[in-house]
């Protein structure tokens, strides 16, 4: 599938999360809503928390380069975007049960951080941390390519594990519905 390409289905009129737990549960790419209506839809949340229309220019492009470079489905990054900073650019950054910082759009491991004075730059590096890595640790492509499933994939992204095909197990100091809620989001839900 392209990476980049604007398939998909229509944006919801309205959308009732659900919980997905077994993998065989997840939804198809096919069912998953179109990139444009998706990034349309998280506006009203990114402005909200603090993105500029600029910023949210700035991560359009970004997510859109990055997802050429790395090939993984630009609505994929959105959602981990979404579901990691709401897009706010500064967001705070979190820590790991090992003390370890978790900065920027995506909270990547040891990441970059939003650099005012030159948010395009600094915005474009934390989605391509996000989405391809730090020298620190893994991002979503590493967890595609070990895990074969962008659900084990975002799975592992947030808890550093996908040991099973019950993606609601509780190990570990994480959120445990992480992999339901990307999905939530590929199907229309945007908070």
């Given at each position: 599938?392209?990476?980049?390409?604007?398939?998909?289905?229509?944006?919801?009129?309205?959308y009732a999360p659900q919980t997905f737990c077994m993998?065989?549960?997840?939804?198809?790419?096919?069912?998953?809503?179109?990139?444009?209506?998706?990034?349309?839809?998280?506006k009203p949340s990114m402005t909200f928390?603090?993105?500029?229309?600029?910023?949210?220019?700035?991560?359009?492009?970004a997510i859109d380069s990055v997802a050429r470079v790395s090939r993984v489905d630009r609505r994929l990054i959105l959602a981990v975007m979404m579901q990691e900073s709401k897009g706010n650019p500064a967001v705070a950054t979190t820590y790991s049960p090992d003390n370890i910082p978790n900065p920027g759009l995506m909270q990547t491991h040891n990441g970059t951080t939003c650099d005012c004075n030159d948010s395009h730059a600094s915005i474009r590096r934390m989605i391509q941390d996000g989405t391809q890595g730090t020298v620190y640790g893994d991002g979503l492509v590493q967890g595609i390519n070990e895990f074969g499933n962008v659900f084990k994939a975002v799975r592992y992204y947030n808890s550093g594990h996908a040991s099973s095909d019950n993606l609601c197990d509780n190990v570990g100091n994480t959120n445990w519905q992480y992999a339901s809620e990307i999905a939530n989001r590929l199907l229309g839900w945007a908070n």
């Amino acid at each position: 599938m392209d990476c980049c390409d604007d398939s998909g289905v229509d944006w919801p009129s309205a959308y009732a999360p659900q919980t997905f737990c077994m993998l065989s549960s997840f939804p198809d790419r096919s069912q998953w809503v179109r990139y444009p209506d998706m990034f349309s839809a998280n506006k009203p949340s990114m402005t909200f928390n603090y993105a500029s229309e600029d910023q949210q220019g700035q991560i359009w492009d970004a997510i859109d380069s990055v997802a050429r470079v790395s090939r993984v489905d630009r609505r994929l990054i959105l959602a981990v975007m979404m579901q990691e900073s709401k897009g706010n650019p500064a967001v705070a950054t979190t820590y790991s049960p090992d003390n370890i910082p978790n900065p920027g759009l995506m909270q990547t491991h040891n990441g970059t951080t939003c650099d005012c004075n030159d948010s395009h730059a600094s915005i474009r590096r934390m989605i391509q941390d996000g989405t391809q890595g730090t020298v620190y640790g893994d991002g979503l492509v590493q967890g595609i390519n070990e895990f074969g499933n962008v659900f084990k994939a975002v799975r592992y992204y947030n808890s550093g594990h996908a040991s099973s095909d019950n993606l609601c197990d509780n190990v570990g100091n994480t959120n445990w519905q992480y992999a339901s809620e990307i999905a939530n989001r590929l199907l229309g839900w945007a908070n």
